[in-house]
């Protein structure tokens, strides 16, 4: 106790409050003076880049994921730098910090691997447009619309509102459902004694009260007829052609329609 009385009256309270204020005041200025420097950042960025020939010539998308892209860059940046301020002023020895990094890189390596691998397939994804932001893809097993593309991850967001947030290095295989026209393809199951000319006639009516309705329907439906699939049922398939990403919505409002006109000819239960 005599020890940490001493070493208690030795210390000046009043000279160390003002030093941790002020510090503090500091830090509290330096992280205001972030916030709005990013804030310009971000606002210079759609000012200039955003507005400029070449960035105007892109699809939506591209420019979607180009600017995500730079204010993550911007944001790293500034980041950094904020990070280096505050540690100088805690009076933190910031070169013995690098130099013991240097030594602690060895242990820190193999995880920096893996940040590395993001990185550089991040690069491949934006360099060969794999995808871009508002696509609809599917890796693995999470598919989804593409909401941010970043140096480290990309998000998707699912039909039931759930956000991915897949590491780049983990997407090596990756189906874009957004490129070029897409395909719904309906099959109607039906009675193996079913009449095929009578059903064939009544997705005929259909096409024609419905599809000039959905502009998103490229051409005419495709009416392939009855076949048994490989799990053995006999079913109608008609295949329509529709602009990429309406696919689905397509497909059910397709198959509904189909499905009340062949039950009001008593053709399905």
Known sequence: MTFITKYWNSLDIESLAISLTSKLLAI???????????????YTFKKT????????GQTKGRQETLIKLSQNV????LGFFVLYWILSLLGLPISSLLAGAGIAGIAVGL?????LTDLVNGFFILFERQFDVGDSIQVSTI??????????TTQVK???????????RNITIVGNQSRGQMKAQIDLPLPFDSDLEQVTDIIHQVNQKEVGHY??????????GGRTTTTGTFVFRIDIITENGKQNEIYYTFYKLYQEALKEQNLIT
């Open 215 to 224: 502009p998103e329907i490229i051409g005419s439906p495709i009416i392939l």
């Open 28 to 42: 509290i200025a330096l992280l205001i003076a972030y916030s709005l420097v990013k804030r310009f950042a971000h």
């Open 158 to 168: 699912s039909v039931d509102g759930t956000v991915y947030f897949i590491p780049n």
């Open 49 to 56: 880049i955003v507005k400029s020939v070449n960035f105007s």
């Open 111 to 115: 995880g920096a691997q893996g940040f």
């Open 143 to 152: 598919t989804g619309t593409v909401t941010s593309v970043g140096l480290r």
């Open 74 to 77: 911007m944001d790293y940046t």
